[in-house]
Antibody, heavy 126, light 107 residues
């Protein structure tokens, strides 16, 4: 059974840091692009960051560039999101999601995000 | 970036009703359009990819159509478990972008 499980969310003051983790199972992790998608309270979905299976191609939404770093440890089947200098507007549920297409060279495909974790909540407030 | 606009933003319908949700893109994107369902407090679930391909296990009452800049998601006979928020997403180019969502509520 293909599963993703996020952890690492919490409450942090503005300017603080958190590292999110996403543990994967049930598929060949290193051949799939992985993404982080967030959802602010009562709002829609926003693609935040993505990483190719090989780990060398990335995407960041403009608002997190220079503050967030996506990485993966293919030996541990785990995706990470290091979040520094957090702002109130980063408050959201953060989901990790698997790309539907297995190509380790790409950070997204035409085919959508077919498996999602349950989400982890990040709250940034003073 | 390709902007995705969904309409309506919400709708009320009864069990058994036919429901149609529209998604418009700011530029042509062939058929690289996906639909997700999100029930309250849950993660999104991929329903349809490539405009019209149902994911495994998705009931046949769901269907998708369109091309270019206009796409639709249709639920032929609304069931109680279909009350949720639906999002379109374009995967034609980076950044992947989502529509604002359509909340389907019980009338």
């Amino acid at each position: 059974d293909v599963q993703l499980w996020e952890s690492g969310g919490g409450f942090v003051q503005p300017g603080g840091s958190l590292r999110l983790s996403c543990a994967a199972s049930g598929f060949t992790f290193n051949t799939y692009a992985m993404s982080w998608v967030r959802q602010a309270p009562g709002k829609g979905l926003e693609w935040v960051s993505a990483l190719s299976g090989s780990g060398d191609r990335t995407y960041y939404v403009e608002s997190v560039k220079g503050r967030f770093t996506i990485s993966r440890d293919n030996s541990k089947n785990t995706l990470y999101l290091q979040m520094n200098n957090l702002r109130a507007e980063d408050t959201a549920v953060y989901y990790c999601a698997k790309d539907r297409y297995d190509d380790p060279a790409i950070y997204y495909s035409y085919y959508g995000l077919d498996v999602w974790g349950q989400g982890t909540t990040v709250t940034v407030s003073s | 970036d390709i902007q995705m606009t969904q309409s309506p933003s919400s709708l009320s319908a009864s069990v058994g009703d036919r429901v149609t949700i529209t998604c418009r893109a700011s530029q042509s994107m062939s058929t690289w359009l996906n639909w997700y369902q999100q029930r309250p407090g849950k993660a999104p679930k991929l329903l349809i990819s490539g405009t019209s391909s149902l994911q495994t296990g998705v009931p046949s009452r769901f269907s998708g159509s369109g091309s270019g800049t206009e796409f639709t998601l249709t639920i032929s006979s609304l069931q109680p478990e279909d009350f949720a928020t639906y999002y379109c997403q374009q995967s034609y180019s980076s950044p992947l972008t989502f529509g604002g969502g359509t909340k389907v509520e019980i009338k």
